[in-house]
């Protein structure tokens, strides 16, 4: 079984461009999450997908942060414009059916903001 | 406070020895606790997953939740080299947070021959 697809693994940008991160979750998997890790910290959930409606997105900073599943599969996470806090690892995540499923991550995005 | 505490450490131990991480938390809604394990440069990798409280044993991992004292610990027995990582513990309350998972910040773990 694949596991959960992420692009690029890193990016380097300044402070106020854009970036998009690209994530495949397993097939089969109705369940996406997007998370934020900064370094030394754990992973903090930014906004959760069942199929292609959204089920939380309480902590996602809207202001510049967006996320779509389209056809609830492949998933894009966009900040713009980007503030150098958002320097961390960004993880995309799936489970089979959401609820209490267990959660498989991909190995991320390391994004660096100059 | 935040939800969930977890000792950052760094925790580095000889090979064989037996390995304890804890983690405590607040919010008396959490019913389901997991540990994942995090390689450098790698996504967490579900190690164990439990509910209520109890003991769960793989292996050499056994998981172990106090709901009653708010307080959940892994044991690995017999450590290698290739634990050495940091490990997650991670909760959720079930219900209508449907799958939110509030993770502890990790403790570094180095086993060392």
């Known amino acids: 079984e694949a596991g959960v697809a992420q692009s690029p693994r890193y990016k380097i940008i300044e402070k106020r461009q854009s970036v998009a991160f690209w994530c495949n979750p397993i097939s089969g998997h109705a369940t996406l999450y997007w998370y934020q890790q900064i370094l030394g910290q754990g992973p903090k959930l930014l906004i959760q997908?069942?199929?292609?409606?959204?089920?939380?997105d309480s902590q996602l900073p809207k202001d510049r942060f967006s996320a779509e599943r389209l056809k609830g599969v492949d998933s894009t996470l966009k900040i713009q414009p980007a503030k150098l806090e958002d320097s961390a690892v960004y993880l995309c995540?799936?489970?089979?059916?959401?609820?209490?499923?267990?959660?498989?991550f991909g190995d991320g995005t390391r994004l660096s903001i100059l | 406070q935040k939800e969930v505490e977890q000792d950052p450490g760094p925790l580095s131990v000889p090979e064989g020895a037996i390995v304890s991480l804890n983690c405590t938390y607040s919010?008396?809604?959490?019913?389901?606790f997991m540990w994942y394990r995090q390689y450098s440069r790698k996504g967490p990798e579900l190690l164990m997953y439990t509910y209520s409280s109890g003991n769960k044993e793989d292996g050499r991992f056994t998981a172990q939740v106090d709901k009653s004292s708010k307080y959940i610990s892994l044991f690995i027995r017999d450590s290698q080299p290739s634990d050495s990582a940091t490990y997650l513990c991670?909760?959720?309350?079930?219900?209508?947070?449907?799958?939110?998972?509030?993770f502890g910040q990790g403790t570094i773990l180095t086993v060392h021959p």
């Open positions: 919010n008396s809604a959490f019913q389901y």
């Open positions: 995540a799936s489970s089979f059916t959401g609820g209490n499923q267990p959660q498989h």
């Open positions: 991670a909760m959720s309350a079930g219900g209508t947070s449907y799958g939110k998972l509030t």
């Open positions: 997908f069942q199929n292609n409606g959204v089920v939380d």
